[in-house]
């Protein structure tokens, strides 16, 4: 059979074809459909990929700021970094070792979501200096008097192997909690929003007081909203990089003149405009 014959059949028409059984038998002429069930495709969205070498244009200037942590979809690591100016620098100047594994690791965590919550050896090792002696267990002992800090250099390997093999994905976000924290004077420290993984507006809250105040009140009402999309950008499939005019409202007043919606919105050029002009003037 000929190619050309072989692909006008698949694309031929359902047809229809005669029972010759029950013909003979007399029951008249019963006719069956051949069907052929449609292919469907499914399309997955694509994720822009990190390069080395933009980390490592964001990491030499303002990386004491973590802003290549936030650059490898780091939130966390980047609002420490800012807090503690790259962990004294000691971070800052083992990240430039470790680059290539980071943006490495940060293009499969966003093609594979399963990997997002495990731990990673180096990161340990990163807070255990000069940190560790301040980690939660020892920060009244002083790493048990500096005993239980040398210890962990030996145990670092088992302590990351037994983090992960008990690591769950986490629960939903209560709005209950979420509204309690956004009323109580800790939201005007945007606690609210570290507690629904959003550590930039945690931040910028942090060090603006709520936005001046505005977007503390703002977030009054419009929490249900908050904890709903993260919710399902967690357990639904909801795209975590669409952005919402909400969002960006809350940025432009009052920081706006310092080009704060546009950072959101990802066009650093015009924010860095708007920040050294003041909004064009």
Known sequence: MSKETEVQRQQAPPTAATNPQNAAAGCGNQVFYQYTAPTIV???QSVATKT??????????FGFLGAHNF???RPGFGVLYV????????GVI???FRMPWLVKNANKRAKDPEIEYKKRLDDAYILWFPFGLLGFAYLLTFGLCGIGWLLDICFMPYHVRKAN????????????ATEVLALSPFGILGFHHFYLNRPLYGASYFFTFGLLGVGYIVDWFRTPNLVKRHNEEKFSGRDPNLKYSDDAYVLWFPFGILGFHHFYLQRPLWGFLYFFTFGLF
């Open 42 to 44: 499914l399309q997955t």
């Open 52 to 61: 080395v070498i933009e980390a490592y244009i964001l990491s030499i200037p």
């Open 71 to 73: 650059y490898l979809r």
């Open 83 to 90: 807090f503690t100016f790259g962990l004294l620098g000691a």
């Open 94 to 96: 083992f990240d430039w």
């Open 165 to 176: 093999e008990e690591s769950k994905i986490p629960n939903e976000k209560s709005a209950c």
